[in-house]
């Protein structure tokens, strides 16, 4: 819940960068964020494996769709739909989740963390409204949605072996490298000395707050929970932007985004709580008495 919260909150945070160049930008905020990584995990003894065989394949997924495409679905989408449009459709991933999360663990949906999601998911359109936008803007909104899935989804074969440090420190410097990449081709990296104080603050907060430390709490929890249930988390992130708006002098929300927030904290509680199996009945031990 605090990893989620630290993604909403940096909708606020990620407007100062609106001007900045996208890629350059990114880069710096990922190679910060795993030395950062890097030098926690030797500080609290938890070693990194070096992948092998598919598990580079994975790993490279995931920062190429769960990082790098992910930023620029959300950078574009938002030049042809209102940003409620993007959130809204990022707070579908719940659903999303709870149907492929458990197929790839090898176990059935659950019925309860389902409608769990569809609770979540309807509260925090709510809390976000659905705004305008074009064909277009649907598209990106679109592949954020899936991006954000796969962020999650395809870290599962991964978990197992590199946990969520490994998994956390691997994208990230994979991220990296991919977006110095896209710079060096469509962005001119001098371009990073206009950026002003404030700017280079937020680059700051976003590599150890929303990357460094968000990245490892959220693999720890798909890892302790499962993805179906840990993608309910999502639908903290509406909430948390909400909040954030209202932190910066965005006024205090109305009652549909009240009735989204209420039905937002519903479903989670229906989600995570536990879940209640039938088995047989205890047996009941006597104490023999021989004749």
Same mark, same amino acid.
């Given at each position: ?27 710096? =905020? *990922?190679?910060?964020?795993? !030395? ?15 992948? =092998?065989?598919? $598990? @580079?394949?994975? !790993?490279? %997924? ?9 930023? #620029? ?8 739909? $209102? ?23 090898? =176990? ?6 389902? /409608?769990?999601? !569809?609770?979540? +998911?309807?509260?925090?359109?709510? +809390?976000? %409204? ?14 954020? /949605?899936?991006?954000?899935? %796969? ?29 110095? %990449?896209?710079?060096?081709?469509? $962005? ?6 206009? /950026?002003?104080?404030?700017? @280079? ?17 959220? *693999? ?18 509406? +909430? ?5 708006? +209202? /932190? ?26 536990? #879940? =209640? ?15």
């Amino acid at each position: 819940m605090v990893g989620m919260a630290l993604v909403g909150g940096s909708v606020t945070v990620s407007r100062s960068l609106v001007d900045a160049p996208l890629f350059a930008t990114q880069a710096v =905020r *990922y190679a910060a964020a795993a !030395l950062l990584l890097v030098a926690l995990a030797r500080a609290v003894g938890v070693p990194v494996l070096r992948p =092998r065989g598919r $598990e @580079w394949l994975w !790993l490279a %997924g995931i920062a190429a769709v769960g990082l790098v495409l992910f930023n #620029v679905a959300v950078v574009r989408g938002v030049a042809h739909a $209102e940003p409620a449009v993007i959130a809204v459709a990022v707070a579908a991933v719940p659903v999303l989740l709870g149907l492929v999360g458990p197929l790839l663990e090898r =176990r059935r949906p659950s019925g309860q963390v389902l /409608l769990a999601a !569809l609770v979540v +998911v309807a509260g925090a359109v709510l +809390v976000e %409204g659905t705004g305008r936008t074009d064909a277009t803007g649907v598209a990106w909104a679109a592949l954020a /949605l899936g991006c954000e899935a %796969g962020f999650t989804l395809l870290a599962v074969p991964v978990l197992r072996r590199h946990g969520a440090w490994g998994v956390s420190v691997h994208a990230v410097w994979m991220g990296a490298v991919m977006l110095a %990449g896209l710079t060096l081709v469509t $962005e001119r990296p001098s371009d990073l000395a206009g /950026l002003a104080p404030g700017q @280079w603050a937020a680059v700051g907060y976003l590599a150890v707050m929303v990357t460094a430390v968000a990245f490892v709490l959220w *693999y720890r929890t798909v890892a302790a929970v499962g993805s179906g249930r840990a993608g309910l988390l999502a639908g903290i992130v509406p +909430v948390a932007a909400a909040g954030g708006g +209202v /932190l910066a002098g965005g006024g205090v929300p109305g009652p549909a985004v009240w009735v989204g927030l209420a039905l937002v904290v519903a479903g989670l509680a229906l989600g995570l709580r536990p #879940v =209640r199996r039938r088995g047989p009945a205890p047996l009941i031990h006597r104490e023999s008495v021989s004749p």
